[in-house]
């Protein structure tokens, strides 16, 4: 198999020729058709977050086809299309885990970054953490639902019933979640950074009923506002757009300092609150939502030998939705 992986910190991706791996007990292999590129990758790799796995294949909104199966796995799922997700395994019993709470897992395991990913041909991968797929789904613009489509699912949920919905940083996961807001009857306002009207465009051309700069205050007062970009400075800017008791959810695993705040902004009942990995739950109410809301994705497509490349454009903000590696 070929694999994209990281030996060092700070480092480009290398390509390399490894033996294909067999799946353990309980495990599936898939042969993969497509794997998108989220920022949290450009967190493992730049070392922003502690203890990645190395040397470590990156990649967790991976698409593929069941190719062979460990022991003890139901044969119906070889051959099938599956996606896996970050979420790669937990323990099942510590206190988060028996409570519904399984993205807080004591002891998890992540794709692309405690375990090997999708920046490959193959990849091994727990079968309960493994969705199935619809199997004339396209790989390709499926893929960046794995992650960015949940993440930006469960931070909606954290955002609550609220009409007014703004989404700060209109990247791969906004646009996704944007039109599940639409399908909802929401109206969404885009914050994207300063200038970047193409940002600003495709939010509108999504169905936006605003978009601007994000130190702009929206037209009217927020029910809740979810933050995408992983800027601290934009949490008092999302809490001076919320209304009296309104919601900002940070939806990152990484995001720079929040600058100090004045108490006053804050108060009123107005809270802040973030969103961490996922469960198995939220995919299960996912896909469906987002079949039934018709949820496309813009996609860029590079072949999985550029990975270094797809990763730099996504640091640059070089396209709008997602990058997506094609073995
Ligand atoms: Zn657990
Ligand atoms: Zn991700």
Redesign the pocket.
Same mark, same amino acid.
């Given at each position: 198999m070929k694999a994209m992986v990281l030996r060092e910190i700070g480092r480009p991706l290398v390509l390399e020729e490894r033996p294909e791996p067999l799946p353990g007990p309980g495990e599936i292999r898939l042969r993969i058709e497509a794997c998108a590129v989220c920022r949290t990758d450009l967190h493992v790799i730049d070392g922003d977050l502690p203890h990645p796995r190395l040397p470590l294949v990156p990649g967790h909104e991976i698409v593929g086809i069941v190719d062979a199966l460990g022991e003890g796995v139901d044969p119906a799922r070889l051959g099938r299309r599956v996606g896996i997700p970050w979420l790669g395994h937990? !323990?099942?019993?510590?206190s988060?885990?028996?409570s519904g709470a399984?993205n807080l !897992?004591?002891?998890?395991v992540f794709t692309g970054y405690t375990r090997d990913g999708g920046f490959a041909t193959h990849v091994v991968a727990d079968s309960d953490y493994a969705f199935d797929l619809d199997a004339n789904a396209d790989p390709v613009s499926t893929a960046p639902l794995l992650c960015a489509g949940l993440i930006g699912w469960r931070a909606l949920k954290k955002a609550g019933e609220g009409r007014a919905i703004g989404l700060y940083g209109f990247g791969a996961a906004a646009h996704i979640l944007m039109q599940i807001c639409a399908w909802q009857g929401r109206s969404v306002y885009a914050f994207t950074r300063h200038g970047d009207e193409a940002a600003q465009r495709f939010a509108l051309e999504l169905g936006a009923k605003w978009a601007g700069p994000s130190d702009l205050p929206p037209p009217q007062p927020l029910d809740a506002a979810i933050i995408f970009a992983p800027a601290g400075d934009l949490v008092p800017s999302a809490l001076r757009a919320v209304r009296k008791g309104g919601r900002v959810v940070c939806g990152g695993i990484h995001m720079s300092d929040i600058p100090h705040m004045p108490y006053s902004i804050l108060w009123q009942e107005r809270s802040i609150t973030s969103v961490a990995n996922l469960t198995r739950e939220d995919a299960r109410e996912f896909f469906p939502v987002a079949c039934a809301a018709g949820v496309t994705t813009r996609t860029r497509a590079y072949p999985l030998t550029r990975a270094n490349e797809a990763l730099d454009d996504l640091r640059n903000g070089r396209f709008s939705g997602a990058a997506v590696l094609v073995p």
């Open positions: 937990t !323990c099942g019993y510590c988060y885990c028996r399984e !897992c004591d002891e998890p």
